[in-house]
């Protein structure tokens, strides 16, 4: 009669395997900006960042568009990232963001980052991984959907 293998063994075994793999979800990464530069950090050659200051197609998203009233929009966006859940803003001032977004399943922390550019009519927008090689695209899905929540919501706001 062959051994069967529980299935919660093998959940277990694979669950093990993928935090291995990805590391520790309490690892924190370099300080990306120090107090002095407000900039965004370029991504690195793994496909676990995105940002609208990058050039090539794997890495790249546009960046977020600056309604009539400037002010207003980047008001709206810390509001968004004050209030929506796993966000915590590290640092801010009227152009620059960094906050950490932590995930919600197994809480690894990534780095988001907002630049207001009044010169170019937009706010640049980053997001990157601190651990592991792949993201599943959670991090242009993150900025995505800051990008949609922006956009419904009301002028002045």
Not at 82 to 88: L, N
Request: include cysteine; glycine fraction near 6%; proline fraction near 6%.
């Amino acid at each position: 009669m062959p051994y069967l293998v529980p299935r919660s063994a093998i959940f277990g075994l694979t669950l093990s395997l993928v935090l291995s793999l990805t590391g520790c979800a309490s690892r924190t990464g370099a300080t990306l900006d120090p107090a002095e530069e407000r900039t965004l950090a370029p991504c690195p050659a793994t496909p676990n960042c995105v940002s609208s200051d990058a050039t090539d197609s794997l890495h790249r998203i546009e960046p977020l568009a600056i309604g009539a009233d400037p002010e207003a929009s980047w008001q709206a966006l810390l509001a968004y990232l004050e209030s929506a859940p796993g966000f915590t803003i590290q640092v801010h001032d009227d152009a620059y963001v960094r906050a950490e977004a932590r995930t919600a399943l197994f809480g690894f922390v990534d780095d988001v980052q907002f630049q207001m550019r009044l010169d170019q009519g937009h706010i640049a927008m980053r997001s990157a991984s601190r651990v592991g090689l792949s993201d599943l695209g959670a991090n242009r899905r993150r900025l995505e959907a800051i990008r949609q929540a922006l956009a419904q919501a009301p002028e002045g706001t």
